[in-house]
């Protein structure tokens, strides 16, 4: 799938030539010229990085990566004349990912785009990889859970029931839709096999951590955490 990126840069000719430029290089590119322009793409629409001028008519660069830090995380490459490296650490503690002095190199600049476009695939896919519920930490790369830095030995039904509720955490799970979903098999009310492993995952919960409840019953509909 093509990444998408958009630049917010008021030069016409810096914008065309960055455009076409990424265009070749196999990115899907949307430009704008304006501050006010460019947050309310950023707000409306979803894009794998910003290239960001700082100058901007009616919203400064800044201002516009300060106001995008409060709510997303997408990775951005500040391009401004300004070079000195006072402006330089002010904007990576606004939360610009990356700078980039004009004038400037256009492979230099791919190389960057590459460079964070990794980095934020990579980040991802940790953050797939680890589920985090209150003080439970599962890693579904290594098949590893643990309690305040306790491992816990489960069965591979009980680990993939837990997996279940700790990617839906407030999704009530009804008992059929879990039994299924894990056993591959049609669930029957009389059958007491999900009862008994609910049971046994509390059980191993509360003896890593005594003080914390995690399973919460939801009596006529099934279970979730809590």
């Not at 076409?20 to 793409?41: D, H, N, P, Q, R």
């Not at 629409?45 to 995008?68: H, W």
């Not at 940790?126 to 003080?135: G, N, Q, R, T, V």
């Amino acid at each position: 799938m093509e990444k998408k990126i958009l630049i917010i840069e008021d030069d016409l000719e810096i914008c065309n030539l960055l455009k076409e430029f990424l265009e070749e290089s196999g990115y899907a590119v949307k430009t704008v010229c304006s501050g006010i322009e460019g947050m309310k793409e950023i707000r409306n629409y979803t894009f794998n990085l910003v290239i960001l001028d700082l100058m901007l008519p009616f919203k400064s660069g800044d201002e516009i990566l300060r106001e995008m830090r409060t709510f997303l995380d997408t990775p951005v490459i500040v391009v401004s004349a300004k070079d000195t490296v006072h402006t330089k650490v002010d904007l990576l503690r606004l939360g610009a990912d990356d700078y980039v002095t004009k004038p400037f190199d256009l492979n230099e600049l791919l190389a960057r785009i590459e460079s964070n476009l990794r980095r934020c695939s990579a980040n991802e896919s940790l953050e797939k990889s680890i589920l985090i519920y209150k003080d439970i930490v599962l890693n579904t790369e290594q098949k590893k859970v643990t309690v305040r830095g306790t491992a816990l030995v489960l069965t591979l039904k009980e680990y993939e029931i837990l997996v279940l509720l700790l990617k839906h955490p407030q999704k009530v799970f009804s008992k059929a839709n879990l039994f299924e979903s894990v056993w591959n098999e049609e669930y029957f009310s009389e059958d007491n096999t999900l009862n008994v492993h609910i049971s046994n995952i509390r059980s191993k919960l509360k003896n890593a951590n005594p003080n914390e409840e995690y399973i919460e019953t939801i009596w006529g509909m099934g279970y979730k955490l809590m």
